[in-house]
């Protein structure tokens, strides 16, 4: 289970402190498809990084399975980052440098256990066998969302959060990116959190939220 406790989150701007969250509690159950739907600036993205711990939350506990993750020491936090949480980013974040293959494979290099044939089984899943070899300006902007969907899976995560992984592709291919991850959600039974700001993606969650005015509350 993931779950948030009164987190509090400014950014300072020169002179001007904003807040972005503010005393917000989230409980997001294990095993579920979740949605957060809220307006482009309401704190989602900000949320999804204090959740992954790829931001340190002003106040405030996150807590996965019990565990507090901001008393892990650093180490401890990236280990678990790169172990138990996948990621998915509206702009990819794939490096152009890489094909289809190195781009899936580089969690598990960084963890040092390297095994291609899982990256090209992941590629597979996500039906971009054909296109293992290709760098990511070869790839339309579908294929290179199914290809960081690879990605979020290469170390197995328990989590996975989205960060409006649809934002830049068409209706369509939305849709067709969001059956995959509902796909994904049911064969490998993790824990899938995504944020968007559209309604009709936003429905498809088996637990729902929206987010306003600094807080979250369930729908």
């Excluded at 969302?145 to 592709?169: F, K, W």
Aim: glycine fraction near 6%; aromatic fraction near 4%.
């Amino acid at each position: 289970m993931l779950t948030a406790h009164q987190l509090k989150k400014s950014y300072s701007t020169g002179p001007r402190e904003t807040s972005v969250i503010d005393r917000l509690d989230l409980t997001v159950p294990s095993n579920t498809f979740a949605t957060i739907q809220g307006a482009s600036g309401s704190g989602k993205s900000t949320l999804l990084h204090l959740l992954g711990g790829l931001d340190i939350p002003d106040e405030g506990e996150v807590r996965w399975n019990n565990q507090s993750l901001y008393s892990l020491p650093e180490n401890q936090l990236c280990e678990w980052r790169n172990q138990s949480v996948g990621f998915i980013f509206q702009s990819y974040h794939l490096l152009q440098e890489l094909s289809a293959l190195e781009n899936v494979e580089l969690p598990a290099m960084i963890q040092g256990k390297e095994d291609r044939s899982l990256s090209h089984s992941l590629l597979e899943k996500v039906g971009l066998s054909h296109r293992i070899d290709h760098r990511p300006l070869e790839l339309s902007g579908g294929e290179q969302q199914r290809v960081a969907i690879a990605r979020s899976l290469r170390n197995q995560p328990q989590l996975l959060l989205a960060d409006e992984p649809t934002g830049n592709l068409d209706r369509k291919t939305a849709l067709e990116i969001i059956e995959l991850l509902l796909k994904i959600h049911q064969q490998e039974k993790i824990t899938i959190l995504l944020v968007t700001h559209d309604s009709t993606i936003a429905q498809m969650g088996e637990v729902r939220f929206q987010m306003e005015n600094q807080k979250i509350h369930q729908l």
